[in-house]
């Protein structure tokens, strides 16, 4: 359990899960299990191929059964308290919202706006939170649906905050018509809201068919000429928030990335989207907590940032900057999605449990120091560089070997790692020069990007290889999962989608068992575990 080093209630606690029942009836079954096995070890004067087979599915199931065991003996969450965190913190963090998205065809544009609108209007101050939009698809019409989308924020964010909307993907909560109890201000607003929102949506989709909107637009032109796998790079400040007056104030920073393709260079699919999105807002921003959304999951529960605060700051509080990210488990709305849910629960409580949770994309946030390749062994007990780490991360000539060329970059990530904030510039389009410097197709060449550093490539589940890397370097993780879920996403379709989930968890489980990274052999035991458990799972009789 957490304890507070003041008086003051804690801004989160660790709840344990045991439950004597179950695991009693789990040994019994054990128990069972082993005298079967011993059974036919009794019976192996009869051997034949029958007595092969059924000793060889027998002992497979006891190690799997062996291994579920292991993973829920001691599963424990953590349960955030946000109306906490106003009282115990005065001044915020940032939170810099990364969402990628890469083909406008699969993944439509009124879904990345509808992700969009739930991050703008998450219950955090605006003007600590940034969302950034990665399209690897270069689509204009991508583009044009955010500008359309933050227009359409200016209204939709404030809508939410008065009437303390929970669900603020407009599509979710547009399916059901508010009460007739309801007062009749609010009654009219909705009705606006509906109103504003269908049209928000048929722009969109008139904008699909005709593309003549794209010539009478100059901001257009960066795309003219352009394939999704050779382009330049374009960055977009589609909305800056400058504190002002009213409803402007309310919806937070976002900006359209789309870095630079080029048909030669092998582009590292959504990791590499994701470390462009770490420069770019290293640069702009540089937020010290970033968050992980696909484009087709959007924010179930408006409190989502605040949760995890308390998380992150409870640590802190505790002098114990040690964990170096929250995940939240992903839940699907239009998928009976069983499998995947008692996998998230067994996992990702079970995890927490033994040593910290699995970072498993989406729905996640994590520290930028952690992602820039701090050890907690280079952390005084307050959470500052220590002397040592001080003179071998911060030399410039590391940094740039490190971080790539660009000064700007590595002033960034100096400030970033003496979790200083960058100095203040006039508007963020003042760093667009040096942003389109950062997301050049070239730019990550000889530089720890991807090895060392932000999400790590050469892995088809580039999460779970970027969590192993946190957790060698001594980093715990969390994991929460509130009820009602806080994230949800679309199904990507069963079948053979389902299949190549599969194959990437156990894909991900050779990696992890030749990883160089896994240092310890424990922790490597504590990964491989689930892995195996979760790779049999949907074969597994329950
Ligand atoms: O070249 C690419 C390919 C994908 N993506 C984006 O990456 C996200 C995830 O890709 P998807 O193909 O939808 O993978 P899923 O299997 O649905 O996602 C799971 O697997 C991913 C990689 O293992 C994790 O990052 C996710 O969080 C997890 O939900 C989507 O938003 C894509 O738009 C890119 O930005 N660029
Ligand atoms: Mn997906």
Same mark, same amino acid.
């Given at each position: 359990?957490?304890?507070?080093?003041?008086?003051?209630?804690?801004?989160?606690?660790?709840?344990?899960?045991?439950? &004597?029942?179950?695991?009693? $009836?789990?040994?019994?079954?054990?128990?069972?299990? /082993?005298?079967?096995?011993?059974?036919?070890?009794?019976?192996?004067?009869?051997?034949? =191929? $029958?007595?092969?087979?059924?000793?060889?599915?027998? !002992?497979?199931?006891?190690?799997?059964?062996?291994?579920?065991?292991?993973?829920?003996?001691?599963?424990?969450?953590?349960?955030?308290?946000?109306?906490?965190?106003?009282?115990?913190?005065?001044?915020?963090?940032?939170?810099?919202?990364?969402?990628?998205?890469?083909?406008?065809?699969?993944?439509?544009?009124?879904?990345?706006?509808?992700?969009?609108?739930?991050?703008?209007?998450?219950?955090?101050?605006?003007?600590?939170?940034?969302?950034?939009?990665?399209?690897?698809?270069?689509?204009?019409?991508?583009?044009?649906?955010?500008?359309?989308?933050?227009?359409?924020?200016?209204?939709?964010?404030?809508?939410?905050?008065? &009437?303390?909307?929970?669900?603020?993907?407009?599509?979710?909560?547009?399916?059901?018509?508010?009460?007739?109890?309801?007062?009749?201000?609010?009654?009219?607003?909705?009705?606006?809201?509906?109103?504003? &929102?269908?049209?928000?949506?048929?722009?969109?989709?008139?904008?699909?068919?005709?593309?003549?909107?794209?010539?009478?637009?100059?901001?257009?032109?960066?795309?003219?000429?352009?394939?999704? #796998?050779?382009? !330049?790079?374009?960055?977009?400040?589609?909305?800056?928030?400058?504190?002002?007056?009213?409803?402007?104030?309310?919806?937070?920073?976002?900006?359209?990335?789309?870095?630079?393709?080029?048909?030669?260079?092998?582009?590292?699919?959504?990791?590499?989207?994701?470390?462009?999105?770490?420069?770019?807002?290293?640069?702009?921003?540089?937020?010290?907590?970033?968050?992980?959304?696909?484009?087709?999951?959007?924010?179930?529960?408006?409190?989502?940032?605040?949760?995890?605060?308390?998380?992150?700051?409870?640590?802190?509080?505790? #002098?114990? =900057?040690?964990?170096?990210?929250?995940?939240?488990?992903?839940? /699907? &709305?239009?998928?009976?999605?069983?499998?995947?849910?008692?996998?998230?629960?067994?996992?990702?409580?079970?995890?927490?449990?033994?040593?910290?949770?699995?970072?498993?994309?989406?729905?996640? /946030?994590?520290?930028?120091?952690?992602?820039?390749?701090?050890?907690?062994?280079?952390?005084?007990?307050?959470? !500052?560089?220590?002397?040592?780490?001080?003179?071998?991360?911060?030399?410039?000539?590391?940094?740039?070997?490190?971080?790539? #060329? !660009?000064?700007?970059?590595?002033?960034?990530?100096?400030?970033?790692?003496?979790?200083?904030?960058?100095?203040? +510039?006039?508007?963020?389009?003042?760093?667009?020069?040096?942003?389109?410097?950062?997301?050049?197709?070239?730019?990550?060449?000889?530089?720890?990007?991807?090895?060392?550093?932000?999400?790590?490539?050469?892995?088809?589940?580039?999460?779970?290889?970027?969590?192993?890397?946190? +957790?060698?370097?001594?980093?715990?993780?969390?994991?929460?999962?509130?009820?009602?879920?806080?994230?949800?996403?679309?199904?990507?379709?069963?079948?053979?989608?389902?299949?190549?989930?599969?194959?990437?968890?156990?894909?991900?489980?050779?990696?992890?068992?030749?990883?160089?990274?896994?240092?310890?052999?424990?922790?490597?035991?504590?990964?491989?575990?689930?892995?195996?458990?979760?790779?049999?799972?949907?074969?597994?009789?329950?």
């Amino acid at each position: 359990m957490a304890e507070s080093s003041s008086s003051l209630p804690p801004l989160c606690e660790k709840i344990s899960y045991k439950n &004597y029942f179950l695991r009693t $009836v789990d040994l019994t079954i054990l128990g069972l299990l /082993f005298s079967l096995l011993l059974h036919r070890v009794l019976l192996m004067k009869q051997r034949d =191929n $029958v007595w092969a087979v059924a000793f060889l599915c027998e !002992s497979f199931f006891t190690f799997v059964w062996l291994i579920i065991t292991c993973i829920k003996w001691n599963p424990a969450e953590y349960k955030p308290y946000p109306d906490r965190l106003d009282e115990r913190v005065q001044d915020l963090p940032s939170v810099d919202m990364f969402l990628t998205t890469a083909d406008p065809v699969r993944e439509p544009p009124i879904l990345v706006v509808n992700t969009v609108l739930s991050l703008l209007g998450v219950d955090y101050p605006a003007n600590k939170l940034a969302c950034y939009v990665s399209d690897d698809g270069c689509s204009p019409l991508t583009y044009f649906s955010l500008k359309e989308a933050s227009k359409f924020a200016k209204i939709w964010v404030p809508f939410c905050k008065k &009437y303390n909307v929970r669900v603020r993907a407009p599509f979710r909560y547009f399916l059901n018509r508010p009460t007739v109890t309801e007062s009749s201000e609010f009654s009219k607003d909705w009705d606006m809201m509906k109103r504003e &929102y269908e049209k928000l949506c048929r722009k969109v989709e008139d904008a699909t068919g005709d593309s003549h909107w794209l010539d009478a637009d100059d901001d257009f032109e960066a795309f003219s000429n352009t394939k999704p #796998n050779d382009h !330049s790079n374009i960055v977009k400040v589609v909305w800056e928030n400058k504190g002002g007056v009213g409803d402007e104030k309310e919806v937070p920073h976002f900006v359209y990335i789309s870095r630079e393709k080029r048909p030669k260079y092998f582009h590292n699919y959504k990791a590499g989207a994701m470390n462009v999105l770490v420069r770019v807002s290293g640069l702009m921003t540089n937020a010290p907590y970033m968050l992980n959304v696909d484009c087709d999951m959007y924010v179930n529960e408006a409190d989502v940032v605040r949760q995890a605060m308390c998380i992150f700051l409870q640590n802190s509080i505790l #002098n114990s =900057n040690n964990c170096a990210f929250v995940q939240y488990p992903q839940d /699907f &709305y239009d998928s009976n999605a069983d499998e995947l849910a008692v996998l998230q629960s067994y996992l990702g409580r079970g995890i927490a449990g033994i040593q910290g949770s699995l970072c498993a994309g989406s729905g996640c /946030f994590l520290s930028r120091r952690v992602m820039y390749g701090i050890s907690l062994d280079d952390l005084e007990d307050d959470g !500052s560089l220590s002397s040592v780490a001080t003179r071998n991360y911060l030399a410039e000539k590391n940094l740039a070997r490190e971080f790539g #060329n !660009s000064k700007e970059m590595v002033t960034s990530v100096v400030n970033a790692l003496q979790r200083k904030p960058n100095p203040q +510039h006039s508007s963020l389009t003042d760093s667009l020069e040096a942003a389109e410097e950062v997301g050049h197709c070239h730019y990550e060449n000889q530089t720890s990007w991807g090895k060392t550093i932000g999400w790590l490539y050469g892995s088809t589940t580039e999460d779970v290889h970027t969590s192993l890397g946190i +957790h060698s370097r001594g980093w715990t993780s969390s994991f929460i999962s509130p009820d009602p879920p806080a994230f949800l996403g679309a199904m990507p379709s069963g079948g053979p989608e389902a299949m190549l989930q599969q194959r990437r968890w156990a894909a991900g489980m050779l990696e992890i068992l030749f990883s160089k990274r896994s240092q310890s052999p424990s922790s490597c035991i504590v990964y491989c575990l689930p892995i195996v458990y979760s790779t049999t799972l949907p074969y597994f009789p329950r």
